[in-house]
């Protein structure tokens, strides 16, 4: 799963998956460690959530996410987020620039 992720960060193409019991529909911006947790940020933009609207900004646990799989859409890259700048993290692997 981190190959593809990186790969989806790297070719920016989105990327689908069930999380919490919901699929969601996902550019992943950011892949790396947060607090000990694998985890991405992304820009959710299509599924289903269980908090708050879509389109917008979300953390996922890896090990919350399965039937992960890319998709052949494309996204345009960095997108503008309301701070500014996305939070620290304890280690980055990828990062759409």
């Known amino acids: 799963m981190n190959l593809l992720i990186e790969q989806a960060i790297h070719e920016k193409k989105v990327i689908e998956f069930n999380y919490g019991g919901r699929l969601r529909v ?3 911006h950011v ?6 947790q694998n985890q991405i940020l992304g820009y959710q933009i299509g599924g289903q959530s269980s908090q708050g609207n879509i389109p917008d900004w979300r953390r996922f646990d ?3 996410m399965t039937g ?30």
Not at 31 to 36: A, I, T
Not at 68 to 78: A, Q
Not at 87 to 96: I, P, Q
């Open 68 to 97: 992960m799989k890319l998709t052949e859409t494309f996204f345009p890259g960095v997108r503008p987020c309301p701070s500014g700048r996305h939070s620290n993290w304890d280690r980055t692997f990828a990062l759409v620039k």
């Open 26 to 28: 996902v550019e992943p």
């Open 31 to 36: 892949f790396g460690v947060l607090d000990g």
């Open 62 to 64: 890896l090990n919350k």
